[in-house]
């Protein structure tokens, strides 16, 4: 054989022996691959179809091009986008999780009421949770740690880790009114600015106001709150104080204290739920909001996509004439439990009996709710509630596809990417500065997490309603949190427990 020849057959049979060695590696290159999905990254804008290579929990690879990897998913038609952040999330128990990984979202976060003890609420959600849990320092619990005699109850402050709405002990916590009612003096200011502090330290997303369950809160009391949180760089999330008609006590009254607060002290606003809090000035509301921006106020909001609030009928904004300040009638309060609507009578039973049975408030215009969800910048939270016994208000397993379906597909009220954006993209933005790790959420690049919702367009809805609240939505195909499937194939993936605590750094 001629040597050339030979050289020749050795090379080509070491080429195919490489090949043939490589080949294993080279098809499980990512451990998952999502194919043909048209890609929605409100981030950057990008709207087109790619290949998504996943490792470790992150995306690896994004491109025109094949990809290979141990597992392939081919979303061909489906829309794939960053996993959706709910600032908002009352119900974290597992229930209220997978119904809310059924619509989409990937990162639950209780903002608004927040938590104390801040390392016990953390350490009870830890390798429990199908997506990604996380909560601000409350000043409710702290109020109530500063305010009541636990001791004399026969608890602890650890017993207020689980939460102030689904606390076993919250009817004997409710009924010491003090925390509710009473003005702090010097010394019970001091005491909450040290827990609240505490909170922060133990890596809190930031403070946490109730105001309208507080009416004892003077504003002096959370004016020096919000000074607090200015100092450690991080956002109130906060409940306004009123949501009456009135001028002064008014809905648009309470949006003034805080936007006050924030100019004075320079600390980041975010006003929950400005659909039920803004009543008819909703449209005033916003216009006050979008000209604060301008004037270099950190102040964002947020809506719920429905017409109809929640609360437990023990709260403070049920205290006098509260037909006349929320323009409500006895009849227009529900119990999602049963569908009842309550007269004054069984209204008053209740609220002295069982403070803490959650009601349904039907008491909002559609056209503000629908301005609010269409208005830029205007975030998407479902404050979602507990559910008990499989009832609740509708909005803690919908929100986000009746976003997708009603508003944007039916209503044509605001575009595709606008929506994802506003609920993924700019809830991520909102927190990132006081909490790095959001920087690799709420959004589909190389390096961030593998917090992705795969859906199709055409499908997604809602299918909860007041009378049925717990049915999952339609249309989320999968969901993945951390690179871990919690949805394929539109059913949940119970015992998959990928979920991780966001936090600040301590």
Known sequence: MPAANHRFKLTALVIVTLMLCKTPAFTAEFDLVIHNGRVMNPANGLDSIRHIGISDGRIAALSREELNGAQELDAKGLVVAPGFIDLHAHGQREFESWLQAQDGVTTQLEMEAGVYPVDGWYEQRAGTAPINYGATVGHIPVRVASMVDLEALGLTEQDLAAGMLNNPHFDAIAAQKSWAQDAATAEQMATMQERLQRGLDEGALGMGFG?????????????????????????????????????????VDAIQELLSNAAATGAGLHIVHIGSSGGSRVPLILEMIDSAQQQGIDVTTEVYPYTAWSTFIGAAIFDGDFTRKLGLSFGDIELPESGERLDQQRFERLRKEAPQTIIVGHGMQEANVTHAVAHPGVMIASDGMFYQDGRAHPRGAGTFSRVLGRYVREQGALGLMEAIGKMSYLPAKRLEKAVPQMQRKGRIEIGADADLVVFDPQQVTDRATFTEPALPSEGIEHVLVNGVFVVRDAQPRRGNYPGQAVRREK
């Open 211 to 251: 105001i309208n369950y507080t009416a004892g809160a003077t504003r002096e009391e959370i004016y020096r709150m919000f000074s607090l949180a200015r100092v450690n760089g991080v956002t109130t999330f906060v409940h306004s104080r009123f949501m009456a008609e009135d001028e002064l006590g008014g809905s």
